[in-house]
C-alpha cells in the first residue's frame, strides 16, 4: 500500500458536521482533507433534507396567505399541479448556497475529494474515486461525518414512486390528491402539515397518542389543532398490518385497529439508519450501536484514539446545529484545545406549519425538579397586536419559572416563526436571566 498524500485531518462527509470539523481544523492551520461520495458538497441535510422541504414549506405558507386574503386575490391552485412548479426556487437555492460552501471549503485551503472512502487503519484512509481509481490518503486525525438515510422497515414495499421516503418524497412529480404518513415524528410532522397546507387530504398515524411526544403537550395540542383545522388527520396509538400498492394508482394500508386508509401516496418516516456499514470500521474493532451509530465520549472521540465521530452517526439529537457544534468540539480536542463550556442546552427546531421550538426543561421536568410550585407563563399569539396583523392567531408562548418567579427554566413555542423567537429564551437561560430581564427592557412594537 503506497500513500498518496498526507493530512494533518481528514473528515469523511461533507453535511453540516463535517464542513464544521474541516474549517475548525483548516482555521487552527491543519493541513485538511474533505470527502464525500457526492460531487457538490452539503450532505444529505442541504440536498434532500432540510434545503428542499424548507423551499416546499414556502410555497405552502405563500399559498396559505393567498387563500387568507381571498378577497384581494383571485387563488386557485391548478389540478395537476406538478411539485416542481412549487419548488421552480430550489435549484437556484441550492446552486447558490453550495457554491457558496464549495468556495469557502477552498479559501481555507481544503482539499476536497469526490468518491467512497473507508478506513483501513487509525490512520490510513481508501479514497475509490468515481471512475474506479484506488488511493490512499494518511493523517493524525480522522473525523466521520457521513450522516443517515431513512430507516425503511422491512415489511413496506418502499418503491419511490408510491411508497416514498423521506429522501424521494420531493421525486414526485405531481401533487398527489391524498397522502398516508407512517411516523409521528419530526419528518412527518413537518411533511404532513406542509401537503396538508397544499390541499393534499393528509392522513397520519403512529403509535404514540400524539404526534412529536417529546414536545410540550400544549404545543402539539395547538399543531394538532391547525394541522386537522386544515383537513388533516391525525389517528394515534396503532400501527399498521400491512402495506400494499396495487402498482397502478392506490396504495392500502390495514391498521391494527382495524381501519383501512386508502392514498395516492405514502410517505414513511419511521427514523433514520447511520450510514457506516461500508466504512471498514470493524477493521478498528468499534462496535456499533443501534440503527448503525458509533459510539463517541464527551469529546466525540470514538473509542479509538484520534478518530472521532459526528452528527447523525452517532444518533440523536440529529440536528444540523448541534451537529456543527459537535464537529468544532472534537477539533478542539484533537488540537488540544478549550473548546469553551460544555454546551447542555440545545434548542429544539421544527419546521412543521406551525413552527414548533423549545429550549431548557419542559412542564414536567421543572415541577420533577422544582417542585409543583413553578410558576408558568402562558401568552396567546391572538392576545398580540403582531400575530393579529399576520394573521398568526394559533400560536402559544409558555414560559417557566422557578418556585420564585425569577429563574427562567424553559420556554416553549409553537407558531410561525417559533424557531427565530425561541433564541432570545435560549440567550436568557445561558446568561442566567432574571425573568425581568424581559420586563426591564425596551422591545419592539409590534413584536
Known amino acids: 500500500m503506497t500513500i498518496d498524500e498526507e493530512f494533518d485531518l481528514i473528515v469523511i462527509g461533507s453535511g453540516p458536521g463535517g464542513q464544521k470539523a474541516a474549517i475548525q481544523g483548516a482555521s487552527a492551520g491543519l493541513k485538511v482533507a474533505l470527502i464525500d461520495r457526492e460531487r457538490k458538497v452539503g ?46 426556487r430550489l435549484d437556484s437555492v441550492l446552486g447558490s448556497y453550495t457554491d457558496f460552501i464549495a468556495e469557502y471549503i477552498r479559501s481555507h485551503g481544503i482539499s476536497y475529494f469526490h468518491g467512497r472512502a473507508a478506513i483501513v487503519d487509525a490512520n490510513t484512509i481508501s479514497l475509490s474515486a468515481i471512475k474506479g481509481a484506488q488511493s490512499y490518503l494518511k493523517a493524525k486525525n480522522i473525523v466521520i461525518a457521513t450522516g443517515s438515510r431513512p430507516r425503511t422497515p422491512p415489511d413496506i414495499p418502499v418503491d419511490h414512486e408510491n411508497i ?52 410540550e403537550p400544549e404545543c402539539t395540542e395547538r399543531f394538532l389543532n391547525h394541522f386537522t383545522t386544515h383537513g388533516g388527520e391525525y389517528i394515534g396509538d396503532t400501527s399498521y398490518e400491512s402495506v400494499e400498492c396495487d402498482n397502478v394508482s392506490q396504495v392500502k394500508t390495514k391498521l391494527a385497529n382495524g381501519m383501512e386508509i386508502t392514498s395516492d401516496k405514502m410517505l414513511v418516516a419511521q427514523g433514520r439508519i447511520a450510514n457506516t456499514e461500508k466504512l471498514g470500521l470493524k477493521n478498528l474493532g468499534i462496535e456499533l450501536g443501534r440503527n448503525g451509530t458509533i459510539p463517541v ?39 488540544g484545545t478549550d473548546p469553551g463550556s460544555k454546551f447542555e442546552l440545545v434548542p429544539i427546531g421544527i419546521y412543521s406549519v406551525p413552527e414548533l421550538s423549545s429550549v431548557g426543561l419542559s412542564e414536567q421536568e421543572a415541577r420533577e425538579q422544582y417542585g409543583d410550585d413553578i410558576i408558568i407563563g402562558r401568552a ?32 416553549h413555542i409553537v407558531a410561525e416563526g417559533a424557531t427565530d423567537l425561541i433564541h432570545v429564551g435560549e440567550m436568557a437561560i445561558i446568561n442566567n436571566n432574571d425573568v425581568r430581564v424581559f420586563l426591564e427592557n425596551v422591545m419592539n412594537f409590534p413584536t
Open 380 to 411: 396567546s399569539f391572538d392576545e398580540v397586536a403582531r400575530g393579529q396583523i399576520a394573521g398568526i392567531q394559533d400560536g402559544l408562548l409558555k414560559m417557566i419559572s422557578d418556585p420564585e418567579g425569577k429563574k427562567i427554566l424553559g420556554v
Open 164 to 215: 416514498l421516503d423521506s429522501d424521494s418524497i420531493l421525486s414526485m412529480i405531481y401533487l398527489p390528491r391524498s397522502l398516508t404518513v407512517v411516523g409521528g415524528g419530526v419528518i412527518a410532522a413537518e411533511y404532513a402539515s406542509i401537503f396538508s397546507l397544499l390541499g393534499v387530504k393528509v392522513t397520519m398515524f403512529d403509535r404514540t397518542p400524539r404526534p412529536l411526544m417529546f414536545m
Open 43 to 88: 450532505g444529505t441535510c442541504v440536498h434532500h433534507g432540510t434545503i428542499p422541504s424548507k423551499t416546499l414549506r414556502e410555497a405552502a405558507l405563500t399559498i396559505t396567505t393567498l387563500r387568507r386574503n381571498a378577497d384581494v386575490f383571485d387563488f386557485n391552485l391548478k389540478d395537476n399541479m406538478e411539485v416542481s412548479t412549487l419548488m421552480r
Open 297 to 335: 465520549d464527551e469529546n466525540y472521540q470514538t473509542p479509538v484514539p484520534g478518530v472521532y465521530a459526528v452528527g447523525d452517526v452517532i444518533g440523536p439529537p440529529s440536528l444540523a446545529s448541534v451537529s456543527m457544534e459537535q464537529g468544532r468540539r472534537a477539533i478542539c480536542h484533537a488540537l
